[in-house]
């Protein structure tokens, strides 16, 4: 269980005062985010500020990001066209599956994506690595786990309703791909992966650790993206289980908290990853690493570090990307699945190996700042 404290049977008045904590504590701004490939809109939060494609190089000869690899993990090799999308479930029990298609497979690796506090309905915030990953030749499962500020939990002060909707969403997606082994690709439940931003870090590391008592499949590999459950009921991170102890050891694992994001926040110096990695004591290390996404301005436009590097909307809900979406977020999941399920590119998401902390080169040949990588915590903006 979750170290959970707040009231149990709050007032109305108790209610308004929570929902606006919430609202502040988590940063919230609900914007309507532009429709995917697929059709769907949604409601982007806790959106990043900066994030553009990669542009040449001005008459000023500024310098540009680096553009996405052709290869690779985190590369543009994909393997399928396009892909298809299907949502089921209602309320804060719906979901989305996302199948490779052009070709589409009869079977395919999943991965399991959860957004962050705030995102009530579609997929916005995570458009552009939910595409990446399908088109890479994974299904992709994608729980809508919310549909308010304090629906289906109140942030930290009851993280056990969200919980419990993210898991049921994922039991929902599974059994609409295996009620058609004709039509639907087949998830390959040997090989699962979950990725978790925000407070959506906090419930996937704790459906992770419960994986068995809830029915779900083991995890692989997993990657959280500035995990926080908001700090309403204190530092370090109370939403979290207080141990970790059933994420099987053989898990490979990247904890990421952005310097400009939840650590460099006041007071929250022993939260996020420097939470989380503490309780992993029993993961060998090299199978898992702490690690911290820097600015860099050195070319335009520049990379920001801040709360959501991973996530592909901005503040006017249009669908962004960076160099270090494909240089980090991307690449580094893309390595964990490939290190879990093959044991091959492990040095893209394991150690502190050149290929882990690089993300690329400014179109003037200097290098993007690089990934810091820890063993022990504290990280430290």
């Known amino acids: 269980m979750g170290r959970l404290s707040g009231p149990g049977a709050p007032s109305r008045r108790a209610y308004v005062r929570a929902a606006a904590a919430v609202v502040a504590a988590l940063g919230l701004v609900a914007v309507t985010a532009v429709p995917s490939s697929a059709g ?60 490779p298609a052009s070709p589409r497979p009869a079977s395919a690796p999943v991965v399991i994506m959860l957004h962050g506090y705030g ?19 994974n299904v992709v499962v994608y729980p809508r786990w919310q549909t308010s500020i304090v629906s289906p939990c109140w942030g930290s002060f009851n993280i056990e309703p969200c919980v419990t909707s993210a898991r049921t969403g994922i039991q929902g997606a599974l059994t609409y791909l295996q009620a058609d082994t004709v039509n639907r690709t087949q ?40 995990p926080h459950d908001g700090g309403l009921t204190g530092a370090g991170e109370p939403a979290l289980d207080d141990s970790l102890a059933g994420i099987p050891s053989t898990t490979l694992i990247n904890c990421h908290s952005s310097s400009q994001g939840v650590l460099s926040e006041s007071g929250k110096s022993t939260s996020s990853c420097n939470a989380v990695y503490p309780l992993l004591g029993h993961v060998p290390q090299g ?26 909307a901005d503040l006017n809900g249009v669908a962004q990307l960076d160099a270090y979406d494909w240089n980090f977020c991307w690449k580094v999941f893309d390595a964990l699945q490939s290190s879990a399920y093959f044991g091959t590119n492990s040095q893209y998401a394991l150690g502190n190996t050149p290929e882990h902390r690089s993300n690329g080169l400014w179109s003037d040949g200097v290098a993007v700042v690089e990934l810091t990588i820890q063993e022990a915590a504290p990280l430290v903006p």
Request: charged letters at 10%.
């Open 119 to 137: 995102e009530f309905s579609g997929y916005g915030t995570m458009s552009g690595f939910i595409q990446h990953e399908v088109r890479k030749g």
């Open 40 to 99: 769907q809109a949604g409601q982007a939060g806790q959106a990043r500020p900066v994030a553009s494609t990669a542009a040449a190089s001005s008459a000023l000869d500024v310098a540009a990001q680096p553009t996405q690899p052709t290869s690779g993990p985190g590369g543009s090799d994909y393997a399928h066209g396009s892909f298809t999308v299907a949502s089921g479930g209602s309320g804060n029990n719906a979901w989305y599956v996302f199948q």
């Open 287 to 312: 199978n898992k690493d702490l690690v911290m996404i820097r600015p860099d301005a050195h070319g335009t436009p520049a990379l920001g570090a801040g709360h959501g590097v991973c996530s592909t």
């Open 187 to 226: 998830p390959q439940l040997d090989k699962v992966s979950y990725f978790g931003f925000s407070f959506g870090g906090i419930v996937t590391a704790n459906l992770a650790n419960r994986h068995v008592a809830l029915g779900l499949p083991v995890p692989k590999a997993i990657l959280l993206d500035d």
